[in-house]
């Protein structure tokens, strides 16, 4: 089985530079095939391994369901179920069950987290195994929110060599400082306010393949169950989604250029 995971991690890192390196080499085009891949049970698979090794496995969504529950069953059943439902057009994804998580050193106040079902958590990883090397490709060097491979330190060490004297006076001393202003922001609910038909427009200047699209569309238009209320989501993507983050970053890249 092991040897079975590493081939399927072997082949998505494959599709996934090619992806990247097509994307750099291309920045106005569209890809346009791309389901056939979602779709293919190694892909599938190895969404499932990213989300059945993480902890939040544990915690159900709406329907129930745990990995462990899953496995119990038969995972392999599982996902050659999710793949039927897939090729066939019946899936269709699941409210996020809403729980409101305590804000740090913020004391009274909560942010809405949304957890997917297991079965939507794997194929939101699915589809985020073939939209990441493509938006990554363009994304700017200089942005490092929730990004792979980057993180809090690697922005912070950027800064700081940012912020190092650049000019030298006569006397060969640096001491002239190349930016004068630091600014520091937020953008308040940012998750939350997210404009669908912009992030899907955007989506779509780089991804031809309709159903692809459709499917995040599905995603983002799923909702939320909050104490056995639904609740429509006409904007924004649920902080908790493994998609949410790459698709924040394709949202405020479309605010930037």
């Known amino acids: 089985m092991d040897t079975d995971h590493r081939t399927d991690k072997v082949w998505v890192l494959g599709i996934q530079r090619k992806l990247y390196q097509w994307s750099k080499a291309n920045p106005d085009d569209q890809w346009r095939d791309m389901w056939g891949w979602l779709t293919d049970l190694r892909v599938l698979r190895h969404a499932w391994q990213r989300v059945a090794s993480n902890k939040g496995g544990r915690t159900a969504g709406v329907d129930g369901m745990t990995v462990g529950r899953i496995r119990n069953r038969s995972e392999h059943r599982f996902l050659v179920d ?133 499917l995040v569309g599905l995603f983002l238009k799923a909702g939320v169950l909050t104490e056995d209320q639904f609740l429509r989501t006409d904007a924004g993507t649920p902080q908790g989604g493994i998609i949410s983050p790459l698709l924040a970053n394709i949202a405020l890249r479309a605010v930037c250029i």
């Open 82 to 214: 999710l793949q039927a439902d897939l090729r066939s057009g019946a899936y269709r994804p699941s409210p996020a069950r809403r729980k409101l998580i305590p804000k740090a050193g913020k004391p009274g106040q909560f942010r809405p987290l949304g957890i997917p079902t297991i079965r939507d958590r794997v194929v939101q990883g699915a589809a985020k195994i073939l939209l990441e090397p493509i938006f990554e490709a363009q994304f700017w060097h200089v942005s490092y929110g929730f990004r792979p491979g980057r993180n809090t330190h690697g922005a912070l060490e950027y800064i700081r060599r940012a912020a190092l004297p650049q000019k030298r006076d006569e006397d060969t001393r640096r001491n002239r400082l190349p930016y004068p202003w630091v600014i520091e922001g937020d953008i308040k609910g940012c998750f939350d306010n997210i404009n669908h038909h912009h992030l899907l427009e955007r989506m779509r200047k780089r991804i031809g393949d309709r159903r692809v699209v459709r």
